[in-house]
């Protein structure tokens, strides 16, 4: 997959204004601040290609991404407590709507502070993945920000917390590019065939 030639498909307020999925579709959800945008321009090779947000939140559209022939899809950080009442509404049913649409679901990134126990948001979200049968993997963000020994630990404790199987959990950084690879790997897996 060639990511540099990655750009902006088109920008929706809501689900039913996005048309059916003409290819493989790979969408990261994740709680604002998470990392969610640096991830994807990392991924993308590209520093300002998915809006790196200095207020979390702003914002609550489904953007849509090409590159090589594949979806890549970046759904509204959830969880910005000082968000209204109404944006918290209005964005719980975009995703869900969105993740409840007929669409080619090949994988779902599922981002993760390393740093910090899930919240209860994020254990909603993976159980929704989960029971759903979606296929989909956590990867955790800010890695670079804890020592080798405390991504370990945190890496375990939250494995444990979510109750996944190894291959489904790993490590990244978008300042360092760890794990990038290993989500390209895991990316070609779900897409190419
Ligand atoms: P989003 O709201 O999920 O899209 O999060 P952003 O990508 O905008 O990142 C939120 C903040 O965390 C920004 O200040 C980023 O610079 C910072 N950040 C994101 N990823 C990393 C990372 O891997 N390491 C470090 N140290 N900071 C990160």
Known sequence: INYNLAHFVASYGKASQIPPSTCPEVSFVGRSNVGKSSIMNKLFGRKGLVKVSSTPGKTANINFFEADGIHFVDLPGYGFAQRSKAERDRWAVLIGDFLESERS?????????????????????????????????????????LSRAQQARQLASIRKQLELPAEQIFVTSSQTGAGIDELKRRIAEHCLD
């Open 105 to 145: 679901f090949n994988l779902v990134v599922s981002l993760v502070d390393i740093r910090h126990d899930p919240s209860k948001l994020d254990f909603e979200m993976v159980d929704y993945l989960r029971e759903n049968e979606f296929n989909f993997v956590v990867a955790l963000t800010k890695a670079d920000k």
